[in-house]
């Protein structure tokens, strides 16, 4: 059974930095892409980043670059979103995600059940 | 980026009853990257379509995609008490990735 399991979301004051992390098990994880999505209180569904299973290349919405950094550890079954530079609009519960194998641009199959970030003074 | 517009925002129907769901694209989004989640609350989404047409492993056969270009449709042959929930639309063809607001589907 697939599960990706998220942690680290925590309340933090703006300028703040978190990291979150997802522990994967039930597939094998070097071989997937591997997404964060979030969804502000109340909201749709917004991407953040992701990371290719293959090559290991990284993608950010133009609203977290530069402050998001996405990162694997293939040996420890765990992606990483480290995030900097925290803002009121970046309080959202963090997805972690699995995309399908489907040999291109693929759906996201799996989902978490998400961590809570509330940047806040 | 690409706009997808669903409507209604929300629905009110009851068990046995047929649901529509529609997502419009603010410009053509081909079919093979398009899909259709259920989220409950507390819980992340989960996938009932992609390709526009293809059901994700598990997925009860009531539940069917259509459409291509600009106009998606998820429809729900017979409601079941769990399949109230919302829903949200996705396209993942043209970057950034990017979902619908999502329609209510309630008991009515």
């Known amino acids: 059974e697939v599960q990706l399991v998220e942690s680290g979301g925590d309340l933090i004051q703006p300028g703040g930095s978190l990291r979150l992390s997802c522990t994967a098990s039930?597939?094998?994880?070097?071989?997937?892409?591997l997404t964060w999505v979030r969804q502000a209180p109340g909201k749709g569904l917004e991407w953040v980043s992701s990371?290719?299973?293959?090559?290991?290349?990284?993608y950010y919405a133009d609203s977290v670059r530069g402050r998001f950094t996405i990162s694997r550890d293939n040996s420890k079954n765990t992606l990483y979103l480290q995030m900097n530079s925290l803002r009121v609009e970046d309080s959202a519960i963090y997805y972690c995600?699995?995309?399908?194998?489907?040999?291109?641009?693929?759906?996201?199959?799996?989902w978490g059940q998400g961590t809570l970030v509330t940047v806040s003074s | 980026e690409i706009v997808l517009t669903q409507s209604p925002g929300t629905l009110s129907l009851s068990p046995g009853e047929r649901a529509t769901l529609s997502c419009r694209a603010s410009?053509?989004?081909?079919?093979?990257?398009f899909a259709w989640y259920q989220q409950k609350p507390g819980q992340g989404p989960r996938l009932l379509i992609y390709?526009?047409?293809s059901r994700a492993t598990g997925i009860p056969d009531r539940f069917s995609g259509s459409g291509s270009g600009t106009d998606f449709t998820l429809t729900i042959s017979r409601l079941e008490p769990e399949d109230f929930a919302v829903y949200y639309c996705?396209?993942?063809?043209?970057?950034?990735?990017?979902f619908g607001q999502g329609t209510n589907l309630e008991i009515k």
């Open positions: 995600a699995r995309f399908m194998h489907c040999g291109g641009d693929c759906p996201i199959d799996y």
């Open positions: 039930g597939f094998s994880f070097n071989t997937y892409g």
């Open positions: 990371v290719s299973g293959k090559t290991g290349r990284t």
């Open positions: 410009q053509s989004v081909s079919s093979t990257y």
């Open positions: 390709a526009a047409s």
């Open positions: 996705h396209q993942y063809g043209i970057p950034p990735r990017t």
